[in-house]
């Protein structure tokens, strides 16, 4: 059993960057794959970005491709989601999910993970 904690949101200008945090405890995240979600208000939850596990590769969604970078320290046991040029279209709350599989064809799909944080709010401004 693992416990995943977000931090890192906030408000921000269209433009300007955030990194997210993604801390895990309860077990070594090494062999974890991690993905970064996100949700805003009246849609549907959305993949965002994906690090698999024992140094595996990482995927992204197509919306943040090129401004978006997920990266791990496993000694820290902490994912992170480095955001760059942010749209208002960004905002969401943003969830890290965990998952001990490694199966790799649905790693872009929320029902992969059974570890799940609490969320954390970005808000880009216009």
């Known amino acids: 059993q693992i416990q995943l904690v977000e931090s890192g949101g906030g408000l921000v200008q269209a433009g300007g960057s955030l990194s997210l945090s993604c801390s895990v405890s309860?077990?070594?995240?090494?062999?974890?794959?991690v993905a970064w979600f996100r949700q805003a208000p009246g849609k549907d939850r959305e993949f965002v970005a994906a690090?698999?596990?024992?140094?595996?590769?990482?995927y992204y969604g197509d919306s943040v491709k090129g401004r978006f970078t997920i990266s791990r320290d496993n000694n820290k046991n902490t994912v992170y989601l480095q955001m760059n040029s942010l749209k208002p279209e960004d905002t969401a709350v943003y969830y890290c999910a965990a998952d001990a599989s490694m199966i790799t064809s649905t790693i872009r799909q929320g029902y992969q993970y059974d570890y799940w944080g609490q969320g954390t709010q970005v808000t880009v401004s216009s």
């Open positions: 690090s698999k596990g024992n140094g595996g590769a990482q």
């Open positions: 309860g077990q070594s995240v090494r062999r974890y794959s």
